[in-house]
């Protein structure tokens, strides 16, 4: 039905291309990001976590330096915390047509509270039958999130991290979407990606 709905309201807004192949390149387009709904997404990885500067793996092990308790404390003053995250998506599409995506729109919870959220711009095509892997650089600032505690919140944060680089408590939410004829198509709703078991 969300799809029906996706693409119905595109013929609607593309009734006024001048020529029959155009339209159909809208439609193709337009199936191909309503086709993101019927994709399965997990999380393969989550790597390179830093915060400040400071590598989360360093923290969680317990090896924090003098030298990052000074740099989270500049950050803390500057009121500025840059936090980067690699994220490896596993996006699977099971149907017989092309799922397609030029930007997503990404949320990071942490025990079901979102921390960031930010705008990824990409060029993915996931082809019939088969699983792409789709990275997402996240960065973005949290000086929110951990101004109030500093490095005690920095230390929970890190912990909440397997060696594996995934954590039962964190969700990564994205809202893909497609640029159609200059304008942004977008999936109707927030899809969790969750790491499979």
Same mark, same amino acid.
Not at 75 to 85: E, M, R
Not at 130 to 148: E, R
Not at 160 to 173: E, I, V
């Given at each position: 039905?969300?799809?029906? !709905?996706?693409?119905?309201? @595109?013929? $609607?807004?593309?009734?006024?291309? /001048?020529?029959?192949?155009?339209?159909?390149?809208?439609?193709?387009? $337009? #199936?191909?990001? /309503?086709?993101?709904?019927?994709?399965?997404?997990?999380?393969? *990885?989550?790597? *390179?976590?830093?915060? /400040?500067?400071?590598?989360?793996?360093?923290? $969680?092990?317990?090896? !924090?330096?003098? /030298? &990052?308790?000074?740099?989270?404390?500049?950050?803390?003053?500057?009121?500025? %915390?840059? @936090?980067?995250? +690699?994220?490896?998506?596993?996006?699977?599409?099971?149907?017989?047509?092309?799922? #397609?995506?030029?930007?997503?729109?990404?949320?990071? +919870?942490? *025990?079901?509270?979102?921390? $960031?959220?930010?705008?990824?711009?990409?060029? =993915?095509?996931?082809?019939?039958?088969?699983?792409?892997?789709?990275?997402?650089?996240?960065?973005? &600032?949290?000086?929110?999130?951990?101004?109030? +505690?500093?490095?005690?919140?920095?230390?929970?944060?890190?912990?909440?991290? =397997?060696? +594996?680089?995934?954590?039962?408590?964190? &969700?990564?939410?994205?809202?893909?979407?497609?640029?159609?004829?200059?304008?942004? %198509? =977008?999936?109707? *709703?927030?899809?969790?990606?969750?790491?499979?078991?």
């Amino acid at each position: 039905m969300k799809r029906k !709905i996706v693409i119905i309201s @595109l013929i $609607a807004s593309c009734v006024m291309f /001048a020529s029959c192949a155009e339209l159909l390149s809208v439609l193709q387009q $337009a #199936s191909s990001v /309503a086709n993101l709904v019927n994709c399965e997404y997990s999380l393969k *990885n989550i790597s *390179n976590v830093t915060v /400040a500067g400071i590598n989360l793996k360093q923290v $969680a092990n317990g090896k !924090i330096t003098a /030298a &990052d308790v000074i740099r989270l404390a500049a950050a803390i003053t500057n009121k500025s %915390i840059p @936090l980067g995250v +690699d994220v490896n998506m596993n996006v699977k599409n099971p149907t017989n047509n092309t799922a #397609s995506m030029t930007k997503t729109l990404w949320a990071l +919870d942490i *025990n079901k509270t979102q921390i $960031a959220q930010g705008t990824k711009t990409m060029s =993915q095509t996931i082809q019939p039958k088969t699983t792409s892997v789709v990275p997402l650089g996240v960065s973005t &600032d949290v000086y929110k999130v951990f101004s109030k +505690d500093g490095i005690e919140s920095l230390k929970t944060f890190a912990n909440s991290f =397997q060696k +594996d680089g995934t954590s039962s408590k964190l &969700d990564l939410r994205i809202k893909p979407s497609v640029n159609i004829a200059g304008r942004e %198509i =977008q999936t109707p *709703n927030y899809i969790t990606i969750t790491k499979k078991v």
